[in-house]
């Protein structure tokens, strides 16, 4: 068990340009999420796939925000033509499917910068 | 919907005493119910989880938390606090109908400052 892991754990980017995050969920754990925090608050739910079906996406904060998980494994969260407010922290967690006393486990994390 | 209050966005307090942040939480079912803590540049690990049974509810590093319905409270907990529990602390609550989802939703949290 090698823990969640988020890449990059940081990134700048000019506002306008497109950043593509990647997160790659505990080995079996078919359930994935992605969050953002801003400073200062909690995690905002953003989406969630089960395996490589995204069953929520409403939640996306723009058309500019879209994520993937194409086989069911890693995922990618993408935004495109970034915005000063898109700088925040993005989160994602994965849990193992079943009874939901399972518990969710947290990447790092990605830092983004938005200049 | 769900929703979660943290009361408090600061709580300071000297090594060794004790501790209450308190979460209180919204919500028209039954929820699930959770602590996380964030360490500085860290994701999120889970302190307890309350899903049902025992009110009273004990997790990892001395930390406690007490679920009562009647006030739609979730309250955390520790008799003695110790300067490296110095973090951001999150309450969430999840709805078990939620379709399999169990998608938690997150307070702003609550900062234990602790002071030597």
């Known amino acids: 068990d090698t823990g969640v892991s988020q890449n990059p754990r940081h990134k700048i980017t000019k506002r306008g340009q497109n950043v593509t995050f990647r997160c790659d969920p505990i080995s079996e754990h078919n359930r994935l999420y992605w969050y953002r925090q801003t400073l200062g608050q909690g995690p905002e739910f953003l989406t969630y796939?089960?395996?490589?079906?995204?069953?929520?996406k409403s939640r996306l904060l723009s058309d500019r925000f879209s994520a993937e998980r194409p086989k069911g494994s890693f995922s990618t969260l993408e935004i495109q033509r970034t915005e000063q407010g898109d700088s925040a922290m993005y989160l994602c967690?994965?849990?193992?499917?079943?009874?939901?006393?399972?518990?969710?486990?947290f990447g790092q994390g990605t830092r983004l910068t938005v200049v | 919907a769900q929703s979660v209050t943290q009361l408090d966005s600061q709580v300071p307090v000297f090594e060794e005493a004790p501790v209450e942040l308190r979460c209180n939480y919204s919500?028209?079912?039954?929820?699930?119910l959770f602590w996380y803590v964030q360490y500085p540049n860290q994701g999120l690990q889970l302190l307890l989880k309350y899903l049902s049974g025992s009110t009273l509810v004990k997790g990892i590093n001395g930390f406690e938390a007490e679920f009562n319905k009647s006030q739609t409270s979730f309250h955390l907990r520790k008799p003695s606090v110790h300067i490296s529990d110095t973090a951001e602390y999150f309450c969430?609550?999840?709805?078990?109908?939620?379709?399999?989802?169990?998608?938690?939703?997150f307070g702003r949290g609550t900062s234990l400052i602790v002071h030597p």
């Open positions: 967690a994965s849990r193992r499917p079943g009874h939901p006393n399972t518990e969710a486990f």
């Open positions: 919500s028209s079912v039954s929820v699930y």
């Open positions: 796939f089960q395996n490589e079906a995204q069953l929520e």
């Open positions: 969430a609550v999840s709805d078990p109908q939620g379709g399999g989802s169990y998608i938690p939703t």
